[in-house]
C-alpha cells in the first residue's frame, strides 16, 4: 500500500527556521512534490526532488533521502504569509500522485 | 498565461440530488486530475483523465464518474449525493499524465449536502 506520514501541526516563530517532515512508503517512487495551500485557496507548487539531497529555492529548501524513504522542507526567514498547510506528496510510477494529509503551519510573532 | 478554472466555486445541493462540476486545465495541458479534499482526510484521489480516457482512478463509489472532452475540458458527475460528499473538489492539470509532472490545481469548488 501507500503511505504517507507528515506532522498534523507545527508552530513556529517569525524570523525563525522550521523544518516539515514527511516519511513515505509507496510501492515505487519517481519524486516526491512539496505543495503549499493556504485556508481556502488552492494547492500550490513548492518543490520536486527525485534524486537525493537538498533542493534550495530561495528560502525554500527540500531534502530526499530515497533508502530512507524520507523528506523534508526547510522554511528560513519565516514570515507571517508562510502560515498555511504544507503538503507532501509521491509518485510511485505510471499512478497519480500519493498526498500525505498535510501540516498545518502557524507563524506566530 | 491563464490558469485552471474551475466551475461552479460554490454549490449547495441536497441528498438525493446530483451535481456537475466542470474544470478548464492550463492551455497545452493534457492530464486533467480529479480529487476530494476534507480536513479528516486531506487530499484523495478520484480519478485522472488523458486525452479523454481515464487513466487512473482512486477508490470512490461508482455515484462519482467523470469525463474529458477533446479540448481538455473536464467534468465529473457525482449522483445521489450524500452527506459524507460535502467537500472541496479541486481539479488538477499537467502537461502529461502519470503523476511525474508539476500539477497546477484550479480554486476548486465547495460543495456542501444537506
Known amino acids: 500500500g501507500q503511505n504517507i506520514d507528515q506532522p498534523t501541526e507545527m508552530t513556529a516563530t517569525e524570523g525563525a527556521i522550521v523544518q516539515i517532515n514527511c516519511t513515505y512508503q509507496t510501492s515505487g517512487f519517481n519524486g516526491l512534490f512539496w505543495y503549499q495551500q493556504h485556508a481556502g485557496e488552492a494547492p500550490t507548487f513548492l518543490s520536486y526532488?527525485?534524486?537525493?539531497g537538498l533542493e534550495e529555492k530561495g528560502r525554500f529548501s527540500s531534502f530526499l533521502s530515497r533508502s530512507k524513504g524520507y523528506s523534508y522542507l526547510l522554511l528560513k526567514e519565516l514570515q507571517m504569509k508562510d502560515s498555511a498547510s504544507y503538503l507532501c506528496?509521491?509518485?510511485?510510477?505510471?499512478?497519480?500522485?500519493?498526498f500525505g494529509k498535510g501540516t498545518r503551519l502557524s507563524v506566530i510573532a | 498565461k491563464a490558469g485552471v478554472t474551475q466551475t461552479p466555486r460554490y454549490l449547495i445541493k441536497t441528498r438525493g440530488q446530483q451535481v456537475t462540476l466542470s474544470c478548464s486545465p492550463i492551455s497545452g495541458h493534457r492530464s486533467v486530475s480529479w480529487y476530494q479534499q476534507t480536513p479528516g482526510q486531506g487530499l484523495q484521489f478520484l480519478f485522472e483523465?488523458?486525452?479523454?480516457?481515464?487513466?487512473n482512478k482512486g477508490n470512490f463509489p461508482g455515484r462519482f464518474s467523470g469525463r474529458q472532452f477533446s479540448n481538455s475540458r473536464s467534468e465529473m458527475n457525482v449522483s445521489t449525493l450524500e452527506l459524507g460528499d460535502s467537500a472541496l473538489y479541486l481539479c488538477?492539470?499537467?502537461?502529461?499524465?502519470?503523476?511525474?509532472?508539476?500539477?497546477?490545481f484550479g480554486p476548486g469548488t465547495r460543495l456542501t449536502v444537506t
Open positions: 483523465y488523458f486525452s479523454e480516457t481515464q487513466r
Open positions: 488538477a492539470s499537467a502537461l502529461s499524465g502519470g503523476g511525474g509532472y508539476e500539477q497546477y
Open positions: 506528496a509521491v509518485n510511485s510510477g505510471n499512478t497519480p500522485l500519493v
Open positions: 526532488n527525485v534524486l537525493d
